[in-house]
């Protein structure tokens, strides 16, 4: 993600809570970028200091990629 635009496009459908968008952008990423935005969802879901709707977002956005991937 190279440019600001683009990263926030990416961010809002990643914690959009729709599934389609989340999908989208989960698969705009590669192998190498994927752990350290799970580490952030990770993160945005647990820790204090983020509102509730954002914590809310992450959960989404987790409980859709942990359902795309290989058990």
């Given at each position: 993600m190279s440019n600001q635009p683009e990263l926030d496009a990416f961010w809002a459908?990643?914690?959009s809570e729709?599934?389609?968008r989340i999908?989208?952008?989960w698969g705009a990423l590669n192998d190498e970028e994927k752990p350290y935005v799970m580490e952030h969802l990770n993160s945005m879901a647990t820790d204090s200091g983020w509102?509730?709707?954002q914590r809310d977002s992450a959960k989404a956005a987790l409980i859709v990629?942990?359902?795309?991937?290989p058990a």
């Open positions: 459908d990643l914690l729709e599934t389609w999908q989208k952008a509102a509730e709707s990629i942990e359902g795309e991937r």
